[in-house]
């Protein structure tokens, strides 16, 4: 039985490796400077969570926390309606 169970998990290859991930944990920009509600017509700070094509940035790569994440993209959507965004860029 062991023996079977030490087999599966080979195969099933990293789920026992220790993470290669060793990055700090990145804090929302918006957090640490007291904003309360992010604002569109600022598109110079909205630019950091564009990409180069145009995609709003995850919060994954931006560390923005959820509730600023979501902000963020509402913003960026009515900076772009407002034509103070490119849709795309390119």
Do not use: W
């Not at 023996?3 to 990055?23: I, L, M, W, Y």
């Not at 700090?24 to 909205?46: A, I, M, P, S, T």
């Not at 919060?59 to 963020?72: M, P, S």
């Amino acid at each position: 039985m062991a023996e079977k169970r030490d087999r599966q998990q080979q195969q099933r290859g990293r789920r026992n490796q220790p993470s290669t991930f060793a990055g700090r944990r990145r804090n929302c920009f918006f957090c640490r400077e007291g904003v309360e509600e992010v604002d569109y017509k600022n598109y110079n700070q909205l630019r950091r969570y564009l990409s180069e094509k145009g995609k709003i940035r995850s919060r994954r790569t931006t560390g923005a926390c959820r509730r600023h994440q979501r902000q963020v993209a509402v913003a960026v959507k009515r900076a772009r309606e407002m034509a103070l965004l490119p849709y795309v860029s390119g």
